[in-house]
Nanobody
Framework: QVHLVESGGGLVQTGGSLRLSCAASGRTFTNYAMGWFRQAPGKEREFVGGISRSGGNIYYGDSVKGRFTISRDNAENTMYLEMNSLKPEDTAVYYC???????????????????WGQGTQVTVSS
């Protein structure tokens, strides 16, 4: 079991940048692969990216490839999402999620993850 807390959301202009953090506690951070999802009002939760336990494998959703970067610092029990070239379409609540092996579902699925944070709001103004 792991407890996740997101931070770093806020208001930014189109073309700007933000860095989100996801702090984990409760159990060994390296036990879990991690993911970022986002959800805009009236829309389904969307896969943003995922990162393996060691950080060696990283996946991105098509809408953010080339603009967002996922990383993790296992010594700090923290995962990051660096967001660049932000667009109004990126406006959403961003959620951190954790999954433990065995990995029976694809990382792009919300059902693949066992634990979720409460989310942090990102608003991109035009």
């Amino acid at each position: 079991q792991v407890h996740l807390v997101e931070s770093g959301g806020g208001l930014v202009q189109t073309g700007g940048s933000l860095r989100l953090s996801c702090a984990a506690s409760g159990r060994t951070f390296t036990n879990y692969a991690m993911g970022w999802f986002r959800q805009a009002p009236g829309k389904e939760r969307e896969f943003v990216g995922g990162i393996s336990r060691s950080g060696g494998n990283i996946y991105y959703g098509d809408s953010v490839k080339g603009r967002f970067t996922i990383s993790r610092d296992n010594a700090e029990n923290t995962m990051y999402l660096e967001m660049n070239s932000l667009k109004p379409e990126d406006t959403a609540v961003y959620y951190c999620a954790a999954r433990a092996p065995p990995y029976s579902s694809a990382p792009v699925s919300v059902y693949a993850y066992d634990y979720w944070g409460q989310g942090t709001q990102v608003t991109v103004s035009s």
